[in-house]
């Protein structure tokens, strides 16, 4: 699980920094989710090593154009790009009617299928090895943070203890690889997890943005090896960021250390704090990591692999 941020800043994008979106690579099933759409991301993957062809989730936050307006065009480019495969959009209600209005008024028409998902707090994704949580967060509109959670794995299989145990390559293994119990022809019961190593335990990455700090989301970024949390506003703007429903760098730690997070991910940085000004987004870093020490400060195009649990 690799995540490459697309766009860091908030509201507007800058020369240095595009608006959000952040792209997951999950490279053992050649896809790529999205994580918000801000306008500009289809340029942001181009100039990337992502390939636009791979994209076949998106999940919305919310409704602001920050991070939805570059939706259209990111949709239009995957059909152009020969993308034949259908493309989930998850979000909160109104979505897929400014899609549809996006789409008629510009006389847009999708080569591939297109399936938009209104959520609601739960549950949103499963397959056999993720499962994508949602909750509500604190802003001015219905805005939801996401929790993208891998399964955990069965260990190494043991095919040398398999072999020296006489039991016949084929289906069986399968079924020993899945830690099932199976019984050979023989009679003897053989319990696949013994031929196992210690289980694969599976990985967590949150993203909370446009949100104050709140127990939703504290709730939803428990454990997290990756928390992706917005920072919009400096300590010394805390009154600021009450009033519009943004997060500072120490709220945003502090919601990683109430959630015991392994490691923090600041980003959606204001553009007050651009190079010049009095407060410096280093300053923001240096608050957070006063409260929490595993944070770093996003930018576009850095990338983080994931690292699994040992």
């Known amino acids: 699980m690799q995540i490459t941020f697309l766009g860091t800043s908030s509201g507007v994008p800058t020369r240095s920094r595009n608006v959000s979106s952040v792209a997951v690579r999950l490279a053992q099933r050649a896809e790529i989710w999205l994580l918000d759409c801000g306008e500009g991301t289809q340029h ?11 994209i076949r989730r ?17 949709l239009a480019s995957c059909g152009l790009a020969g993308n034949a495969s259908q493309i989930d959009i998850y979000g909160p209600a109104g979505l897929e009617g400014y ?16 399936r938009v998902h209104t959520i609601q707090p739960g ?14 967060l604190e ?10 959670q891998e399964k955990d794995r069965p260990g190494r299989f043991d095919v040398d203890k398999a072999t ?18 199976v019984t050979l022809a023989d009679g003897r019961s053989i319990n696949g997890a013994e031929l196992c190593g ?3 335990m599976g990985r967590a990455l949150v993203y909370c943005t446009d949100t104050v700090y709140c127990d939703g989301a504290v709730h939803l970024s428990q454990g997290a090896d990756v928390l992706i949390h917005e920072s919009t506003y400096a300590h010394q703007d805390a009154t600021m960021a009450r009033e519009r429903l943004h997060s500072t760098s120490t709220m945003a730690a502090q919601v990683a250390l109430t959630a015991s997070v392994k490691h923090l991910f ?29 944070t770093e400060l996003a930018h576009d195009f850095l990338t983080y692999e994931i690292p699994r649990q040992t």
């Open 44 to 54: 942001q993957v181009l100039r990337s090593d992502l390939k636009i062809s791979q």
């Open 58 to 74: 998106i999940f919305v936050t919310h409704m602001h154009g920050d991070h939805i307006f570059g939706l259209m065009g990111l």
């Open 99 to 114: 899609l549809q209005a996006c789409r008629r008024y510009s006389q847009t028409h999708f080569s591939y299928p297109i």
């Open 123 to 136: 549950l949103v994704f499963s397959d056999e090895e993720y499962d994508v949580y949602c909750t509500h």
């Open 139 to 148: 802003h001015r509109v219905t805005a939801f943070g996401y929790r993208i």
């Open 164 to 181: 020296a145990l006489g039991i016949p390559f084929g289906p069986l293994y399968g079924q020993l690889k899945r830690g099932e119990t």
């Open 198 to 200: 210690e289980t694969q």
């Open 266 to 294: 600041l980003t959606h940085f204001s553009p007050r704090y651009a190079p010049g000004s009095t407060v410096q987004l280093d300053d923001l870093l240096k608050e957070a990591r006063a409260i929490f020490p595993k």
